[in-house]
């Protein structure tokens, strides 16, 4: 139980582009997702908190013009990024929880490239 | 300051038995201590989670001390498939709420 999947895998994109990234809890409902960033050798830094419904609440630094977030439905959050560029090229992670408090459910990540 | 410290790196032998800590000073004081292992290019894996005390579950053990202001992740006669970056996440207080902070990680390595 407790399966988050992320959509897709893996992508590269060229510059300027958007990417939309989805993230899907498979067997249960989640009232919050969190979207994290990943670089090279480096911690999970989150950039954002989503309650289904509700606007996100982005973390200091993250333009949240450039990253979307939707949290339409208690199984589904989406980060689209908007006209990407290189240094955007990370590791995204979502991850998802039940309740308001308690453990988070990591999906597999998702590698973007923008060239 | 929200901010918690974990060694680089560490080297183990197979079979040995490892202990990564983790501090957090200003934890919050209702939140649990979570431990994560995470291979390349994959989300993070759960391991453990406590609150105080010592928690132990078929794949590890979690000591916590009386004033929580570090935990350590204890892995048992660990494996080659046990290399891999194992990071703390914890809870400080920000403002009216909290927020989770993971550790910088640690890098195991072990060797044959």
């Known amino acids: 139980g407790a399966v988050v999947s992320q959509h897709p895998s893996w992508v590269i994109c060229k510059s300027g582009t958007s990417v939309k990234i989805e993230c899907r809890s498979l067997?249960?409902?989640?009232?919050?997702m969190f979207w994290y960033r990943q670089f090279p050798k480096q911690s999970l830094m989150l950039m954002a908190t989503?309650?289904?419904?509700?606007?996100?609440?982005?973390e200091q630094g993250v333009e949240k013009d450039k990253f979307l977030i939707n949290h339409a439905s208690l199984t589904l959050s989406t980060l689209t990024v908007t006209s990407a560029h290189p240094e955007d090229s990370s590791f995204y992670i979502c991850?998802?929880?039940?309740?308001?408090?308690?453990?988070?459910?990591f999906g597999p990540g998702t590698r973007l490239t923008v060239t | 300051l929200a901010k918690t410290t974990q060694p680089i790196s560490m080297d183990s032998y197979e079979g040995q038995e490892v202990n990564i800590t983790c501090s957090h000073n200003?934890?919050?004081?209702?939140?649990?201590i979570t431990w994560y292992q995470q291979f390349p290019s994959q989300g993070p894996r759960f391991i453990i989670q406590g609150y105080k005390t010592k928690v132990t579950n078929e794949v590890a053990s979690l000591f916590i001390p009386a004033d929580r202001k570090s935990s350590t992740l204890s892995l048992p006669r660990v494996s080659l498939s046990d290399t891999a970056v194992y990071y703390c996440l914890v809870g400080f207080p920000m403002d009216s709420s909290y927020k989770l902070i993971f550790g910088s990680g640690t890098r195991l390595l072990v060797r044959p």
């Open positions: 200003n934890i919050a004081t209702n939140d649990y």
């Open positions: 989503s309650n289904e419904g509700s606007k996100a609440t982005y």
């Open positions: 067997d249960f409902q989640a009232t919050t």
């Open positions: 991850s998802a929880r039940p309740g308001l408090a308690g453990e988070q459910y």
